[in-house]
């Protein structure tokens, strides 16, 4: 089978046509040949005596041909490498396994950093950057921006990481790199925003504010740590999760679930989007760590079940039955249900507190994290390669694994908040959960991180 660098006399050059510096294919020993950056519907089949194109895999990679390249591949290390570290320190912690080395914070507050701001933002970025322009219809940001971004985040990331050793001042140092970085790209992406037609704006307010939410928390995070500073790093994870992440993967499964549901089932009826309600949830859920902040807890129950409420509205109004023979699409409804789940959770352990009952302590935090976030993630990594990629738009076996495991993970991870259940295992619950979701997502990890970096065609999804 041919590879995709033919030898130079079979490639033509397209000066001629304003090109100056791209080739395209010509011919391979007489038989028409597919460039990598052509889309695999217009390959022919073997079936047909024609010739067929190799298969993507053997095709080279440029990291920055698309934001969500390098932003993906980022983000699949990270979630690997923040849960490794995780399991690590609960193995040590409760298992009694080895021990702990003394880290220069709190491993807590360490862990809900590397996941709220060093896993997530890289899955986040790279797909508002790809998918911003074409809501908006207009020009993307440019190559420059989002690469001098990219660069910026993963090198305060491991300087993060480095700052283990060498102590807070440089995981200070590295949280503020990553917040000039993501500046960066935000900034950008704002501009994007500021191009667009007033009628294309609607519905996407919410993700300025979002991000902007997300570099103010990085700022935050490393003004706690700071010594002597009398700021908590507990608010800077409340901004980041509340004021960013949940409010963020809403509203982009507010715009795109009933967009993919109608894509896919014929004859579904998309109820029409108010682009008010995004704003709506952004700040509920701010106000939910504004009360908890402040202790509030009677409000709290309250305003958290009508998220839950709200969540599962929605979730009710886009569901049809005929999902359920769409892997794809399934993907994204099981984890959007964790919303209203996590919300209830949270509604519960507050009235619980409010009657002088034991709290889920962090359960509900990780049913969010886990359940909601981590498990929206997959599916929604998963449609972008394979779209973006050329590759047909259906589920494999992979990502099912990937996302049963993170249910599986979650629901350790609230059990071992519960003491009745937690008790009736040798080890905390928690020790388990972390496993369980490497074991999940390292195959589907594995297997798309090189469909990111052997492809370089660039399909709408």
């Known amino acids: 089978m041919p590879s995709c660098t033919p030898p130079p006399s079979a490639w033509v050059s397209r000066r001629s046509v304003g090109h100056a510096h791209s080739v395209r294919p010509r011919a391979w020993h007489g038989r028409p040949m597919a460039s990598c950056s052509a889309p695999i519907s217009s390959w022919r089949s073997s079936s047909t005596g024609a010739y067929r194109a190799p298969p993507p895999v053997s095709c080279p990679m440029r990291l920055f041909d698309a934001p969500h390249i390098a932003y993906f591949l980022g983000g699949l290390a990270q979630v690997l490498l923040a849960l490794i570290l995780w399991a690590l320190w609960l193995l040590g912690a409760f298992a009694g396994a080895y021990a702990l080395p003394a880290l220069p914070i709190s491993p807590v507050a360490l862990h809900g950093f590397l996941m709220i701001y060093g896993v997530f933002p890289f899955f986040v970025f790279g797909f508002l950057a790809t998918t911003f322009p074409r809501w908006m219809q207009t020009t993307p940001p440019t190559r420059r921006a989002y690469r001098n971004a990219f660069a910026l985040r993963a090198a305060g990331l491991i300087l993060v990481y480095a700052g283990l050793i060498l102590g807070d001042r440089a995981v200070v140092l590295g949280a503020l790199i990553m917040a000039v970085g993501d500046a960066r790209l935000v900034a950008a992406l704002?501009?994007?925003?500021?191009?667009?037609?007033?009628?294309?704006?609607?519905?996407?307010?919410?993700?300025?504010?979002?991000?902007?939410a997300e570099v103010a928390g990085l700022l935050l995070y490393a003004a706690a740590l700071w010594r002597g500073s009398p700021v908590s790093p507990l608010i800077a994870i409340r901004v980041g999760l509340f004021g960013f992440l949940i409010p963020t993967l809403f509203g982009v499964s507010y715009r795109m679930i009933p967009f993919f549901t109608a894509s896919v089932l014929?004859?579904?009826?998309?109820?029409?989007?108010?682009?008010?309600?995004?704003?709506?949830?952004?700040?509920?859920?701010?106000?939910?760590?504004?009360?908890?902040?402040?202790?509030?807890?009677a409000v709290l129950a309250v305003l958290d079940l009508a998220i839950a409420a709200a969540a599962w509205y929605q979730l009710v109004l886009w569901f049809r039955w005929d999902v359920l023979r769409h892997g794809l699409l399934l993907l994204l409804y099981v984890g959007y249900a964790w919303l209203g789940m996590g919300f209830a959770?949270?509604?519960?352990?507050?009235?619980?507190?409010?009657?002088?009952?034991?709290?889920?302590?962090?359960?509900?935090?990780?049913?969010?994290?886990?359940?909601?976030?981590?498990?929206?993630?997959?599916a929604m990594a998963t449609r972008v390669t394979r779209g973006h990629s050329g590759r047909p738009?259906?589920?494999?076996?992979?990502?099912?694994?990937?996302?049963l495991g993170i249910e599986v993970a979650a629901v350790l991870r609230i059990a071992a908040d519960i003491p009745a259940l937690d008790r009736l295992a040798p080890y905390d619950l928690s020790v388990f959960a972390a496993p369980v979701a490497i074991a999940a997502l390292l195959p589907w990890a594995t297997r798309y991180a090189v469909m990111l970096a052997t492809t370089r065609r660039e399909m709408p999804s």
């Open 345 to 378: 959770l949270y509604a519960a352990s507050d009235a619980g507190l409010v009657m002088g009952h034991q709290a889920l302590g962090r359960g509900p935090l990780h049913a969010l994290g886990i359940g909601f976030a981590l498990s929206l993630i997959v």
């Open 266 to 297: 014929t004859g579904y009826r998309r109820p029409l989007p108010n682009p008010k309600v995004p704003m709506v949830f952004l700040a509920a859920t701010a106000s939910h760590a504004l009360l908890a902040s402040l202790g509030w807890r």
């Open 190 to 212: 704002i501009g994007v925003y500021r191009r667009a037609r007033e009628t294309a704006r609607r519905g996407v307010l919410l993700f300025t504010w979002t991000l902007a």
């Open 393 to 403: 738009l259906a589920s494999d076996t992979l990502s099912w694994v990937a996302l």
